[in-house]
């Protein structure tokens, strides 16, 4: 190992400060993968949650390991360093279990790299006993782990908190005297498990039920809160203690997997809210809540005066128009929010009825405008292009609705995020077909025209090309395995893409033009 790299990961550990695990209980090691670098896997929520479900609840002393750096990643190779654990620098080919959380269809691709890295066989098929059991879990691994079925060994499909304990025991007892985990008594037990889909043991995807597998559901939030374990300065979010208060969302948004594939609503009690954030004061006098329509929580006008009252700052993640009270809003610029996030997502009432999003443009002019009046000095504004039935003329009514907001309300800024609609399995519109890339792209072109140079209006849209790749994996098979190794050998190019997806018959941009 180089000291370059040395020193990196140990500055990494030293700017760390959290809550300390309990004596581990279990012989078994466990290693938290996050497919992307340490300060996008840091600021995952669901990073944390598993960090401590593995301590607190399965008797593990589980490690954290994370895609390098590039300039790192150029030292791992040049000094022949295998892919190594942050906590203790163990080699992640020495762990019995390497978990991966699959939270974006982009991340694909930094699976096999990290596997490569850690000089572990890409294919479930070419490992043996002595290598590690790969799992993946996460929002894409309970809506379609097809994909990366040939890579990874066991996928947990839904809440982690039902099946990590489980899962744990059954390994234990897969282990020989040795130390060494069976591969072939591990995938046996864990086929049993309900939530785990074992790719070689099943391959079928269907609504809710993957390979048999049915997804799990934590009944009640309140049994595992999570919130930060660790904090550090080298995240999104440094400085402020995360808190989960909410999971699923009953909005039924037509497009959004959120709603229609990962579980009930879900909410925690105000109390426990504000334990939680008395619990990491040491750490964080700052509190993000985080959630689907953090604004329909129970209670949380009364959650945030109260987080006020007891000396904390606070931003909340998500917010769903209707339910954004004007006292909610005071609120949060008392606790030091300056900026809103609400999402339109289309720019004519008939496609946001489509999408089930049933807001009209009375009432979003109305929110922006109680959002100024409560002091809010930015407002965020999510678009979708390429939904269902949406016509050029749809399209361009985008920036003449956000002029009117701008106009009407006076608000100081408008900030649009525009994507392009990703048919996502198990939601409404999981069959349906995108545009053309160049009727996309003449959109895109069109809607930076309409608005670029506007006064009080800045807009980001997602790459067009990009979200083709997504809407192939989304959609993916087993056939995928060969393509995904051979796109992330190309450098997961766009190019690489094309060419490692011709290479399983699949045309880049012509295959989420058809209705699946």
Not at 450 to 468: P, Q, T
Request: net charge neutral.
């Amino acid at each position: 190992m180089s000291l370059a790299l040395r020193h990196h990961y140990q500055q990494l550990l030293d700017r760390e400060a959290g809550y300390p695990l309990p004596p581990p209980t279990s012989p078994l090691s466990f290693a938290v993968c996050y497919p992307n670098t340490y300060f996008v896997g840091m600021s995952n929520l669901g990073v944390h949650a598993v960090y401590r479900l593995l301590g607190e609840r399965c008797g593990l002393r589980p490690e954290r390991a994370f895609l390098p750096d590039p300039l790192q990643r150029g030292d791992f190779q040049s000094s022949r360093t295998p892919l190594f654990s942050l906590e203790t620098r163990q080699d992640l080919s020495s762990f019995h279990v390497l978990g991966f959380s699959l939270q974006f269809e982009e991340d694909y691709p930094r699976v096999v790299t990290m596997l490569r890295l850690a000089g572990i066989p890409v294919r479930s098929g070419d490992r043996e006993d002595g290598d590690p059991l790969v799992l993946a879990g996460g929002p894409c691994a309970t809506y379609n782990p097809l994909p990366l079925a040939d890579l990874v060994d066991a996928f947990v499909v839904g809440d982690a908190e039902p099946v990590l304990p489980k899962l744990v025991a059954r390994l234990e007892k897969c282990t020989t005297r040795g130390g060494v985990l069976s591969r072939q008594e591990a995938l046996a037990a864990l086929t049993e498990l309900p939530g785990v889909f074992v790719p070689s043991t099943a391959g079928t995807l269907g609504p809710g039920r993957v390979g048999g597998a049915q997804r799990q559901v934590a009944d009640s939030l309140l049994d595992f809160p999570v919130a930060s374990v660790l904090f550090t300065p080298d995240t999104e979010f440094s400085g402020m203690n995360l808190i989960e208060v909410g999971r699923g969302c009953a909005a039924g948004c037509r497009f959004c997997v959120t709603g229609h594939a990962l579980g009930p609503r879900r909410a925690l009690p105000p109390e426990a809210i504000l334990e939680l954030a008395r619990r990491g004061r040491g750490f964080a006098t700052r509190v993000g809540l985080v959630g689907p329509s953090v604004s329909d929580i129970p209670q949380i006008d009364h959650v945030c005066s109260r987080l006020i009252e007891e000396g904390f700052g606070f931003s909340l993640a998500s917010m769903r128009l209707q339910s954004l009270s004007s006292r909610l809003l005071e609120t949060m610029v008392r606790g030091g929010q300056r900026s809103v996030t609400i999402a339109p997502e289309a720019g004519t009432e008939r496609l946001r009825k489509l999408v089930s999003k049933n807001a009209s443009e009375a009432q979003i002019t109305d929110c922006i405008d109680r959002a100024r009046a409560a002091g809010i000095e930015s407002v965020r504004l999510y678009f979708l292009l390429g939904l269902p039935t949406e016509t050029d003329a749809d399209a361009s009514e985008i920036p003449k609705l956000v002029r009117r907001l701008r106009d009407q309300t006076k608000i100081r800024q408008l900030d649009l995020s525009v994507s392009v609609l990703v048919p996502k399995p198990m939601t409404p519109f999981e069959r349906e077909a995108m545009p053309a890339r160049a009727v996309l792209e003449r959109r895109v072109r069109e809607l930076q025209n309409a608005l670029g140079g506007e006064r009080g209006i800045a807009v980001k849209i997602d790459s067009v090309r990009w979200a083709f790749v997504q809407a192939v994996l989304a959609r993916g098979d087993r056939n995928f395995g060969e393509a995904l190794v051979a796109a992330e050998a190309g450098g997961a190019t766009l190019g690489a893409w094309r060419k490692a997806l011709k290479g399983v018959g699949i045309e880049l941009w012509e295959a989420p033009t058809q209705r699946q």
